[in-house]
């Protein structure tokens, strides 16, 4: 399964420039960033990402300290 075919030429160029542990594929083809990206980028986005380092909750809807 060729996954760069399904984004956008701007989408594929951003992640070609990360690191190969900053993010994976899951087995239905999206992209997971991972802790070491997160915390890289340096802020939380409240999206609820699988990796969050900073302890939001998503059903709560705040950062809750770890």
């Not at 760069?4 to 594929?25: G, I, Q, V």
């Not at 899951?26 to 990402?49: D, S």
């Amino acid at each position: 399964m060729n996954f760069a075919r399904t984004m956008s030429n701007s989408e594929f160029s951003r992640l070609s420039k990360l690191d190969a542990d900053e993010y994976y594929y899951t087995p239905e083809g999206y992209v997971v960033f991972t802790e070491k990206y997160l915390l890289k980028r340096g802020y939380c986005c409240q999206n609820g990402c699988r990796h969050c380092p900073y302890g939001f909750n998503k059903s709560k809807g705040r950062i809750d300290k770890k």
